[in-house]
């Protein structure tokens, strides 16, 4: 069974600061995929990185940075200089296997607040 | 491009009444469909996947069916609905035979009254 964790439910910072938003997960697989969505308050889920069990090279998008060590079993998301527009639900996704199909099994969402 | 149309956005019903959310996706063939739920405050719940026309899985028994009638059209469907069917319902689309991201629609705000 494949689980993922995002322990922190809800975080809230002030505009500027950075923020990291934690991903555990649980898998038997050696091979599986990870991702991270935003989901804003239009509801609309956007995907912003997929990452296979492959590659553990970090990644940085912009103010966006990901963090993923097998040796923990983490996909950890941090925002540098966090503006009020990042203010959403953050989720973390795992599927495992090669098949088609496979279904994401996402996380519990973590909220993120930005205060101007 | 690929796009993903999902209606209405918003639906207000009584129980009892019946539902038909459609979702349907443009720009590709054959995609794998899936249907989610988000109840307020929560996390998502996968509902049902697709992988072809007329396959449908169910991943929790409920008051809710799906059919996928064209290759790129997805249908949630409840004869009649209950308060406890109120959410968020997200319809996505991923690529078959490759394990790429789902692409979600800008949902549906289901209030049963």
């Known amino acids: 069974a494949q689980k993922v964790t995002q322990a922190q439910t809800e975080i809230s910072v002030v505009e500027k600061e950075d923020v990291t938003l934690d991903c555990v997960y649980e898998?038997?697989?050696?091979?599986?995929?990870l991702f991270w969505y935003k989901q804003p308050p239009s509801g609309e889920l956007v995907f912003l990185i997929r990452r296979n069990s492959f590659d553990e090279q970090n990644e940085i998008s912009g103010r966006y940075s990901w963090n993923f060590q097998k040796s923990t079993s983490s996909f950890n998301f941090t925002i540098t200089a966090s503006q009020v527009v990042d203010s959403a639900v953050y989720f973390c996704?795992?599927?495992?296997?090669?098949?088609?199909?496979?279904?994401?099994?996402f996380g519990g969402g973590t909220r993120l607040m930005v205060k101007p | 491009s690929q796009t993903i149309h999902q209606w209405p956005a918003t639906l207000v019903q009584p129980v009892g009444s019946p539902l038909s959310l459609e979702c349907t996706v443009e720009g590709t063939s054959n995609p794998n469909l899936y249907w989610y739920r988000q109840a307020a405050g929560r996390g998502l719940q996968l509902l049902f996947y697709?992988?072809?026309?007329?396959?449908i899985s169910s991943e929790v028994p409920q008051n809710l069916s799906a059919s996928r009638p064209q290759d790129r059209q997805f249908i949630l469907s409840s004869k009649k609905l209950l308060l406890s069917d109120s959410g968020f319902y997200l319809c996505?689309?991923?690529?078959?035979?490759?394990?790429?991201?789902?692409?979600f629609g800008q949902g549906t705000r289901l209030t049963v009254v």
């Open positions: 697709s992988v072809g026309i007329g396959q």
């Open positions: 898998t038997r697989d050696t091979t599986y995929y």
């Open positions: 996505a689309w991923e690529r078959q035979s490759m394990n790429t991201e789902a692409f």
């Open positions: 996704a795992l599927r495992h296997g090669d098949n088609a199909g496979n279904m994401l099994t």
